[in-house]
């Protein structure tokens, strides 16, 4: 049984925020929705100081409390892990956000555009108005996940089926696949590296492993 | 996809080239001709080190090709008066109107001389960038070959707040225009304040974390944790501008704490000067007859010239030999029986005293520190073990030293730099394997042949092209007015070395040129392109009160500017993801690019240009032919002024100089030179082919990314430890400048030591406030700056989604200060401070962060915009303002560095 997952390798990050920037162009995500982003986290006194870029986003949890506490059935998990968003169904009351310990979704109630109130040539080629006042997140780049799988491309190995933002890394800190198979990319660093997740102790099954240490 | 369905999707091959960390390629997702999303060149994967990918500010550049505040057509000026509180009145015209305007200025100057009164050209052109705009200018290189003399030392930064000593020292002592570690096998590198994973590009910033999980150790010795301090396996937080102090200490440890066995012997014998003898005057010691430098050979235990065979030359001791001492303008000093000592021998005793215990309450950094990071740095060198690269055995060395900008440039530089060279020589981990590595050449030539610059000179160095000091040939006639000839012997005299001189000194002079120069004029007509220096130069006020007075500005516009806003003519050319253009790319170039490919890359246009934008190749072509210089510009672009010289043995697609071609005529010419050029003639496909694969590459040999085995072949050695050469050029140059009534540049004749000793570098910036009457206890912080990746480099600064993503990243938006700095004075984290110096204020909000020293200040990139559209809203705080042009900060290579002393004081609160 194929289970996407992501993983996120914490030695090569840089918070660069290309992959931030990488996944709102192939999404067309609105001024201020960053479904992919990178935290600049600091611990510490000084000069005792650690300073570290952590990537998130949706962790396409494998018990999601945005799916649980959704009134429309409109957030669903596929069997392939991906938890989707269908937007006709979502009313957009805002109760995922809050059910999210990821900060992970988004919801803007009128369209916004990078200069104002006009979309640019590009933003208007992007631009969905059945995202406006509905829940928005990170989708692992589904629909190349699906078309590429389709032709036979791999997700995470072939570049037109993977997610954005795992192409674009400049560090090679991203990486995506199929975790259930022992073979995978993901697999084996996850299989070969100290990791850990974020918030499990809440009993969410995130899907993006940490590489640390 | 996300997107609607398009009619057509293409996906068009292109290259990045914004910042000198580049070029990378990519390409544009284009649907029903309108570009959407960037993405990597994935084909380019197997041959680009940066696995075809391009950083954050690529993806920037659709909505830099949308953005609604574009110049879209060609402007003129209706105010006449200029001033940042004037309104330009500009007013759209026709390119035909454009051209006349333009055109009549140029013939005019033709007309009447092209040299001022004063000697100087009369037309200036200032491109900012590091070199990149040349990579977006098409051919108007060739149409400023076709000009003639043009001014292009007015800097917006270059060649003073950049890599500057490190450019020019690197390249005498190692063909080092910039300096990178061998990062894929380095395995410990200390880094003084060098923020590669900002500023290291998509190159250095995959070298390093690949190298990060191989287990690459790096030190990062910088005044604040930097996102390359955070990336590091150490951060020691020194204090600005005591770098020095500490690579002194480290080569103390390196010389006087281990056993001479420890170091590499061998290398410094036979690849160094180390061995020659220095006489009581401070000169070697010649060989009567050859004037030779003389070494002591053990085994003949007698002095010998440096390069006689089988000779095994002692590297400590004080001889006795029958030699000549040349001092200054060939003047012998002294002959007979004179006494030497060995110029390893002297360096012994320079470091003598440079302690750890000393160098610790100069830099802040424990002793303890400083003396096991220069053992560790000595326990990695792996002294002894070699490697084969490509066949061929060389010395492995894993270990380097970088700098950063304020500590490679501005005073203390040379230091800086000459300590860290010095350094990696003691362990033969100079242009090695694992070792420190020059990436470049700009100021040598050929500038494609780093390798092949390497020949031989005197005294068994290598050349340099020193501006001439003796009398004969030494001018007070400067060609330009930044003056680089007359006083920096280092800036050699080819096309980058106006940009490598004194570009602040330019802006200064225009108000009072000091005695001896001709005095410095306003240029008759200026260039502007890709460059701001009413934001990116220092004293920003003075610098927009200055460009106010230039009589006539041609600005190539991307959007409004503070600069450009004084300019009478707008220009607008076909911006990044428009224009047509061919450049080189592969080798080993600056920052960390370093290829095992060479080739071409073509940068094409994935969208029709919007509005009236025109490419700058045909702007050029049609400059030329206004002002009669179409022939004169073909043949330029003939010889390769647009990259690749045209004609070659065996091929040949040279222009028609009579004829005004179009771009696409021109640049499929130089493709086909290019193919030609990288196949030995087997191949000349044009513009059609490279439209279609976007670049074409060979192999490169990773041999040539290490200049030793050159050094070796030619039995030359590095110019270390003693600089002779640099301290008789500066006992001339102070000649001829004194002979003209020139004492102004004194302070900076007494930086060409031999041995640079540590001078109180942190002092002279902070004097700065007593010079002003003031008290420097006033003002008790130090003020830097960092790069921004998001941002670097100027352009971004108006674009939309670098500025949301930049905010991701802590500094963004206010100034950086220290937590419990902040407590004590008060200040909340979104306080409204002000920063100040002697008479000069800037504001923005506190930021608070444990990762800075208390006493140092941080503000991010260069900001402060009042023009640029959605830049001049974001009230972000800028340095520059506050830093002055100031001779007295000014080195001897004619740079300076980002620090300034400052106040802090809060002055609001959040809201």
């Not at chain 2, 304040?193 to 995959?206: D, F, H, K, L």
């Not at chain 2, 009589?551 to 076909?574: G, Q």
């Not at chain 2, 450049?583 to 600056?590: A, D, E, L, S």
């Not at chain 2, 674009?799 to 419990?820: D, L, P, R, S, T």
Request: with cysteine; aromatic share 10%; proline share 7%.
């Amino acid at each position: 049984m194929t289970r996407w997952a992501m993983v996120v390798d914490l030695r090569r990050c840089v918070g660069c925020q290309t992959c931030t920037a990488a996944c709102k162009q192939a999404n067309a995500t609105p001024p201020g929705v960053q479904w992919r982003r990178v935290l600049d986290m600091e611990v510490g006194e000084y000069p005792e100081v650690q300073r570290t870029f952590v990537p998130v986003g949706c962790m396409h949890c494998d018990d999601p409390p945005c799916m649980h506490v959704c009134p429309s059935t409109a957030t669903r998990k596929r069997e392939d892990g991906i938890v989707t968003i269908d937007y006709d169904l979502c009313i957009g009351c805002g109760y995922c956000m809050v059910a999210c310990p990821y900060q992970a979704r988004f919801k803007t109630d009128r369209a916004s555009f990078a200069y104002g109130d006009r979309p640019t040539d590009a933003e208007d080629k992007g631009f969905d108005g059945g995202r406006l006042a509905v829940a928005t997140k990170c989708t692992f780049c589904v629909d190349r996940v699906d078309a590429g799988t389709a032709q036979g491309l791999t997700p995470g190995i072939d570049p037109e089926a993977t997610p954005a933002c795992v192409n674009s890394c400049i560090a090679g800190a991203l990486h995506f696949g199929d975790i259930d198979n022992p073979a995978s990319n993901v697999s084996h660093l996850v299989a070969g590296n100290t990791h850990f997740r974020m918030h499990e102790e809440l009993g969410t099954g995130p899907r993006m492993y940490y590489l640390w240490g | 996809m996300t997107r609607r369905e398009p009619t057509t999707r293409r996906r068009v091959a292109t290259y990045c080239y914004q910042c000198v960390a580049g070029p990378d390629l990519l390409t544009v997702q284009v649907d029903d001709g309108v570009a959407v999303a960037i993405e990597p060149n994935f084909c380019a994967a197997g041959i680009h080190p940066g696995a075809g990918k391009v950083c954050v500010k690529a993806y920037g550049l659709v909505q830099k090709t949308y953005n609604p505040h574009r110049v879209l057509s060609p402007m003129k000026r209706t105010n006449p008066l200029k001033g940042r509180d004037q309104d330009p009145g500009f007013v759209p015209i026709s390119w035909d109107e454009a051209f006349d305007l333009v055109a009549e200025k140029l013939n005019a100057i033709r007309k009447s001389g092209l040299l001022d009164a004063s000697g100087y050209p009369k037309v200036a052109a200032s491109f900012g960038g590091g070199g990149t705009p040349q990579s977006y200018m098409g051919t108007f290189p060739a149409y400023l070959a076709a000009w003639g003399p043009v001014d292009m030392g007015f800097g917006s930064g270059q060649g003073v707040k950049c890599y500057h000593s490190e450019h020019l020292y690197g390249e005498l002592w190692h063909r080092a225009f910039t300096v990178s570690p061998d990062t894929p096998s380095c395995r410990y590198l200390l880094s003084f304040g060098t923020n590669t994973e900002a500023s290291g590009g998509v190159v250095g910033v995959r070298r390093h974390a690949d190298a990060r999980v191989r287990g690459l150790r790096r030190v990062q010795i910088e005044p604040h944790l930097s996102v390359t301090g955070a990336c590091s396996a150490e951060w020691l937080p020194i204090r600005p501008k005591t770098d020095a102090a500490f690579l002194y200490a480290l080569i103390h440890v390196l010389l006087h704490e281990n056993a001479r066995s420890a170091l590499d012997l061998p290398f410094l014998k036979a690849r160094t000067a180390s061995p020659y003898l220095v006489g009581r005057h401070g000169y070697y010691l010649r060989d009567p007859a050859s004037r030779r430098p003389l070494v002591w050979d053990v085994k003949r235990q007698s002095a010998v010239p440096h390069d006689t065979p089988d000779a095994d030359p002692a590297l400590e001791g004080e001889f006795l030999a029958d030699a000549i001492e040349i001092g200054p303008d060939g003047e012998a000093l002294e002959r007979g029986s004179l006494t030497g000592t060995t110029a390893f021998g002297k360096l012994l005793e320079h470091m003598r005293r440079c302690t750890p215990e000393w160098a610790a309450p100069i830099c802040d950094v424990p002793a303890a520190t400083i003396r096991r990071v220069a053992n560790e740095f000595l326990a990695q060198a792996c002294v002894g073990e070699t490697v084969e690269i490509e066949g061929e055995t060389l010395p492995f060395r894993p270990v380097a030293i970088t700098l950063g900008k304020t500590v490679n440039n501005g005073w203390g530089g040379y230091e800086c730099c000459w300590a860290r060279t010095v350094a990696v020589a003691l362990v033969g981990g100079l242009e090695v394997p694992g070792g420190t590595l020059g990436t470049t050449v700009r100021l040598n030539r050929p500038m494609s042949d780093r390798t092949g610059s390497v020949k031989p000179g005197a005294d068994g160095f290598m050349t340099y092209p020193f501006n001439p000091t003796d009398k004969e040939h030494w001018s007070a006639r400067p060609n330009i007015r930044n003056a680089y000839r007359t006083l920096v012997p280092l800036a050699a005299n080819g096309p980058w070395s106006q940009a490598l001189g004194p570009t602040h000194l330019a802006w200064m002079f225009l108000d009072g040129t000091p005695k001896g120069l001709p005095g410095v004029t306003f240029p008759e007509l200026w260039f502007l392109y890709r460059s701001n220096p009413a934001i990116s130069f220092w004293d920003t006020a003075a610098i927009t009160d200055k460009i106010s007075r230039f009589p006539f500005i041609v600005a190539f516009a991307y959007t409004r500017d503070e600069s450009n806003h004084m300019a009478d003519i707008l220009l607008p050319e076909c911006t990044d993801l428009e224009g047509l253009q061919l450049i080189r790319i592969g080798g080993t170039k600056y920052v960390e690019q370093f290829w095992d490919q060479e080739g071409f890359a073509l940068r094409q246009p994935a969208v029709d240009a919007r509005g009236s934008a025109r490419d700058f190749t045909d702007i050029a072509t049609e400059l030329a032919r206004r002002t009669g210089l179409l022939e004169p510009y073909n043949a330029a672009i003939n010889k390769g002024a647009a990259g690749a010289p045209l004609k070659a043995d065996g091929y040949d697609f040279s222009l028609d100089v009579t004829k005004a071609h179009g771009r696409e005529g021109i640049w499929d010419a130089v493709c086909r030179a290019a193919s030609a050029e990288l196949t030995d003639g087997a191949a000349s496909d044009g513009l059609d082919w490279y439209k279609a694969h976007g670049f074409r590459t060979r192999r490169f040999s990773t041999l040539d990314w290490y200049l030793y085995p050159a050094l070796v072949r030619q039995g030359l050695r590095f110019e270390l430890p003693y600089q002779e050469r640099l301290f008789r050029i500066g006992q001339e140059l102070g000649r001829r400048l004194h002979d003209q009534g020139m004492t102004w540049w004194d302070e900076q004749l007494a930086e060409y030591q031999a041995l640079p000793p540590w001078r109180d570098f942190p002092a002279l910036w902070e004097k700065a406030a007593a010079d002003a009457g003031l008290n420097s206890a006033d003002f008790p912080f130090w003020l830097v700056t960092a790069r921004s990746m998001q941002y670097a480099w100027g352009a971004n600064a108006g674009i939309q989604i670098m500025h949301e993503v930049a905010e991701n990243v802590a500094g963004h938006g206010g100034v950086i200060v220290n937590a419990a700095t902040a407590a004590r004075l008060g200040i909340a984290d979104g306080d409204l401070v002000e920063i100040s110096t002697p008479g000069r204020a800037t504001r923005g909000r506190a930021v608070l962060r444990q990762g800075i020293r208390p006493d140092t200040l941080l503000m991010i990139g260069q900001f402060e915009h009042w023009a640029t559209p959605y830049a001049k809203n974001f009230n972000v705080p800028s340095m520059n303002g506050l830093v002055p042009m100031s001779l007295d900060l000014t080195d001897a290579t004619g740079s300076g560095a980002d620090l300034v002393r400052v106040s802090l004081a809060r002055v609001g609160g959040r809201e």
